[in-house]
């Protein structure tokens, strides 16, 4: 009897941890973010911090890259107005309405310049709140 209780105890934690999520699968939230980007596209993407929120861009990249955009770089800046928004680029405005859509239907504008190696640059404030991330202690 003790043997066939083990037993149990055994293969209901070998399916609990069957089911956990992998620590690189990436953001995985109650507000599950769904790929927008098309396959087959790469879409080069800066994300720059104007808040003075320590983090919120590396929480924006996380995103994006869970949406399916390549994020390039992230950083901080303090020379812009403190807004978040999105900047096209290449003159590509699809790209830049699914970016904004992934940050809550943030505003657009065009500014082409092909001096930068990205697509779309997008500046975070500190009203766009990141999905929550996993508690893992």
């Given at each position: ?51 003075a929120e ?21 950083s901080s ?29 943030a505003p ?30």
């Open positions: 009897m003790a043997g066939v209780v083990v037993l149990a105890v055994a293969a209901g934690g070998w399916w609990w941890w069957s089911r956990r999520p992998a620590a690189d699968a990436g953001i995985i939230t109650s507000r599950r973010i769904e790929r927008v980007v098309p396959e087959g596209t790469r879409v080069r993407v800066e994300v720059i911090n104007v808040s320590r983090g919120l861009a590396r929480r924006g990249m996380l995103a994006l890259r869970a949406a399916g955009f390549d994020v390039v770089s992230f800046a303090t020379d812009v107005p403190d807004t978040t928004l999105v900047i096209d680029r290449t003159g590509h405005p699809q790209w830049s309405q699914l970016l904004s859509r992934v940050l809550g239907n657009v504008v065009s500014r082409p310049d092909s001096s930068r190696y990205v697509d779309i640059t997008v500046w975070l404030d500190r009203r766009w709140r990141p999905p929550p991330e996993p508690f893992n202690p």
